[in-house]
């Protein structure tokens, strides 16, 4: 039975009622966009605080108190050790451990479930387990192992979100100018890092345990309105499914800045010339079969381009994610001048930077119809500049401010297309023979072997902090470029495919002028 989310009839109500199809779907399409733009903003919004907490759990406490001899008295335990760096950087490797774990098997119940329900219980529990670590605090606990084990419940947790809101966004748009609408909506990454900043670092100095609280207290009410007012799939308020649609009657949503010529292009264009990939015609499979079939894990990595775009994201969310939670950090170390709060706030500039090198990322890719080529050009430029913010970082607030916006761009820029536009485009390829909910699993497995990338980088970065800074850049420069290796062989794809349809779009010209 098709569970109808309660809210659903109001929203009917409130602004569907008496309109015509189009005009309803509109609405529900960007319904759905804020819906799930505000979910996945509270998603990355609870995972913030712990960078920014990591600059009060252990620092330098003669510059507090000059006339204390102890020069740990003001750390917490058990983060006063040498290896300090080693244990935070734990913390985070067992949430995102957990996290890569859980997601391969978030996705396959994402495609069997109601997503609205999978969203809200995930989004409830993420909040409490959250809250759990600053309540430790509250509470004293200075047991290691209370703040690991929090750390896995709240990264299993977590494993909901991405399968969730990336499917519910496939299910309501169809493939027309993915692109710009995915790479706007995908600032919801950026944005909830910037909330989240700003929040953990209003307390951080005053009492950290509120940093924990108040964001597990958001994204559990995020989850709430999840379970009241999100419908998963057009069906459930008596819409077709985009992809049922023809061409001509899909509806363009958010942008309309495209030619109808470009609305169509597919995935990897090059695949339609390559011998090593057969066109497959369009299935005829009943609507109601394709609404309720489901891909095994093993058929989803057969689709072209799944292998290769997770290997890639595996390097690329490896250092998106070793900024994410030591940027602080490593801020606080290049400008000694700066408190946890002021080097806190300046690592918001690098999440600004992301939400524009997202879009632009989008952009390109619609305007192309070549997402790994487009990301490969990101990583070539990502490359020296990270290296250029280690040397010219701590030079002053102005060039430490352009560095951080223009790293974040290049670096975030990849890894947003492949955690939404691509992933949904692979998650609807067409060798899946209309197989409809594979978008959750394709998306479960490309971000869960990005998120095992992601546990490693803080894990190395925390090991070589301890040994030098310049060590950790270093590392992150060389993933970048092994992450740019692993899309060699789909640019190439791209690239015959491109010469291909100029060669045929020549040959057409030359004979209607004739």
Known sequence: MRFTPPGVKALEVGFCANRDEGIKRKSYAVWIWIITFLAYCAYHLSRKPISVVKTVLHENCTDLNHHNNDSHWCQWKPFDQENYSTLLGGLDSSFLFAYAGGMFISGIIAERVNLSLFLSCGMILSGVFIALFGIGHALKIHNYWYYVVVQVLAGLMQTTGWPGVVTAMGNWYGKGKRGLIFGVWNSHTSVGNILGTLIAAAFVEIDWTLSFVVPGAIIAAVGIIIFFFMPETPSVVGLQSPYEMSEEDEPPLLSQTYNDSDEQRPLLEAEEASPEVAYIEKSETPRHEREERAISLFSALQIPGVVEFSMCLFFAKLVSYTFLYWLPMFIK????????????????????????????????????GMPAST????????????????????????????????????????????????????????????????????????????????????????????????????????????????????????????????????????????
């Open 333 to 368: 170390d290049m400008n000694e001048s700066f408190d946890s709060q002021e080097s806190s706030t300046m690592s918001i500039f690098f999440d600004v930077g992301g939400i524009v090198g997202g879009i632009i990322a989008g952009i390109l890719s619609d305007l192309t």
């Open 375 to 514: 990301c490969i050009v990101m990583l070539v430029f990502a490359i020296p500049m990270v290296l250029l913010y280690k040397l010219y970082g701590a030079v002053d607030v102005a060039v430490d401010t352009i560095l951080l916006l223009i790293t974040g761009s290049l670096v975030t820029g990849p890894y947003c297309m492949i955690t939404t536009v691509i992933s949904a485009d692979l998650g609807t390829h067409p060798s899946l023979l209309g197989k409809a909910k594979a978008i959750a699993t394709v998306t479960a497995i490309i971000d869960g072997v990005g998120s095992i990338g992601a546990a490693v980088g803080p894990l190395i970065a925390g090991a070589l902090q301890d040994v030098d800074l310049v060590y950790v850049f270093y590392m992150l420069m060389a993933s970048d470029f092994v992450a740019l290796l692993m899309l060699i062989r789909l640019v190439n794809h791209e690239i015959r495919g491109f010469v291909q349809s100029r060669r045929l779009r020549r040959m057409q010209n030359n004979l209607h002028n004739s």
